[in-house]
Structures are given as C-alpha cells and as structure tokens.
C-alpha cells in the first residue's frame, strides 16, 4: 500500500499557467483524509513554494517539503532542517566564471543574500516573478569562499544554454549534482543533492520504504526520484528520458495528470 506521494510542481503539479486545478485540490485533500502523506518537491526555494503548500494544506507540523531541489528538506511549519546537501562561495565563484567565457547568465541562492545575481537578465527576473521573491545584484568574486550556497543556475536562451550545457567541462560531472529543469535553467546542486536521494533521506527518516513511495514528474531534475520510488510516474508532457525510466504515464498537466494518479492508485 502507497503511504506518500511526492509531487514536483511545475509541469506537474501545477497547469501550464501555473495554476492548482480544483480537481487536483480535490484528490489532494482526499488522499491526505485518507492518511496519505503529500510532499512538494521542487527546485523552487522555500518561499516559491509556500503559497501553494499553504493552499493545499501542506503546511503543518507533520509536512515536509524538497526545496532547491533537495537541498533542502524542511518540516514546513517550523522550517526545521531534516537534511541538507549545499554548495559554498567558491563553487559560484567557479561557476560563475565557467558561464562568463562560454556567454550565459548564471544566478545563485545564497543562504544570507537571497537570490543574487552579476547582472539583471530577464531569466533572473523571471526566477524571481515566479517565486514572488527580489533579487539583488552582486559581483560573484566577492563573495566568501565558504558562504552558504544552495544551488547556481545557468540561466539563458534555450539554444545558447544548450550550447554552453555541451561545452561545459567533463570534470563537473565529478563535482557537482547537474540537471536541465526547464529548456531556459541549468542547476548545479552538490553531488549529494537530487530529488531522489532527497527522498531517500525522507523516507529513511518516515521509516518508509520506497515500495510505498509514489513519485510525480516531468524534467530532468524529476529523474532521479522517479528511479527511487515504488512507483515511478511520468506527465504526458514529460521529457523522453523521464518516460522511459516511468512505471507509468499519466496524463498532462493540462489535463489533471496528478488527480489522475491519485485517483488510479490511492483513491481507489
């Protein structure tokens, strides 16, 4: 018997405008009558994700979420840390200055400046709209060698990142947790850091095992938990890699793909 469902957002979760639909509110809130533990997951920070884990009722003691991809995971109510895997100053600083010589934005999440950024792009405007948060513009070589670091996004047009992403030195595969979330955003976590160790440590600190774990996704950074989970699901909308590793597809987004995931293997 499935006892948690774990749910990326965007592309998932939530429709393509970015939007929670009643009838997924609906399965939601019935799954969790039924005792079922509901957890976001998701590359957004804390604070991106807090409207909708409050409009879900996902915001209580007993509620966890996988925030900056896992490099967090957070009790919501009390922002207690269950686990953590970050970066520090000197991976942004090493970052930044791979993006510069191939031509791409870069952001990062500082755990004591926010979101910052070496200059104001429209993809970092976007980041912030879409997490209601500001941004602050800083110069990357000042920052502390060992300053608490969550994640660094390459940030740009689809086709330049996708140029940049196949010139991007073979070493940061050893060093680094990498992964494509949208066609404009490419993270860089620790190499401890994806959703599916994430849920690994959730699991493991819920006493669960991944038999019991269903996973919801759509993008490369869904990837890893999928493999993870007892049950593995794709969207429709999903990319290809992330279908072939799925126990099984659902529908779309657009088309209440998580209600129907709740409604085939829970709500039953």
Not at 100 to 125: C, E, F, H, W
Not at 164 to 177: F, R
Request: charge should be negative; hydrophobic fraction near 40%.
């Amino acid at each position: 018997m499935y006892k948690l469902i774990a749910l990326d957002m965007d592309g998932t979760l939530l429709d393509s405008q970015k939007a929670l639909t009643s009838r997924v509110r609906s399965a939601i809130t019935s799954a969790k009558e039924q005792g079922i533990k509901v957890v976001l997951a998701s590359g957004r920070p804390f604070e991106g994700m807090l409207p909708t884990l409050n409009a879900l009722g996902l915001d209580g003691e007993d509620d966890y979420v996988l925030t900056y991809n896992a490099s967090l995971i957070l009790k919501v109510a009390c922002k207690t840390v269950v686990s953590s895997a970050i970066l520090t100053g000197q991976d942004a600083i090493d970052l930044y200055k791979i993006a510069d010589r191939l031509g791409v934005n870069i952001l990062a999440y500082s755990m004591t400046r926010g979101l910052i950024t070496p200059k104001q792009n429209k993809y970092t405007d976007f980041e912030a709209n879409l997490n209601s948060i500001q941004y602050t513009e800083f110069d990357f070589n000042k920052l502390d060698a060992d300053e608490d670091i969550l994640k660094v996004m390459m940030i740009d047009e689809a086709q330049q990142l996708s140029n940049a992403i196949l010139a991007l030195p073979h070493t940061l595969q050893e060093k680094y947790s990498m992964a494509q979330s949208t066609p404009h955003f490419y993270e860089f976590m620790n190499k401890n850091s994806n959703k599916g160790k994430g849920m690994a440590a959730l699991t493991a600190h819920l006493g669960l095992r991944p038999e019991q774990i269903i996973c919801v996704g759509d993008a490369a950074n869904d990837l890893e938990m999928i493999k993870f989970a007892g049950l593995g699901v794709a969207m429709e909308n999903a990319i290809d890699e992330v279908k072939a590793h799925a126990d099984y597809i659902t529908m779309s987004n657009d088309q209440d793909g998580v209600a129907h995931v709740f409604e085939k293997y829970i709500l039953k």
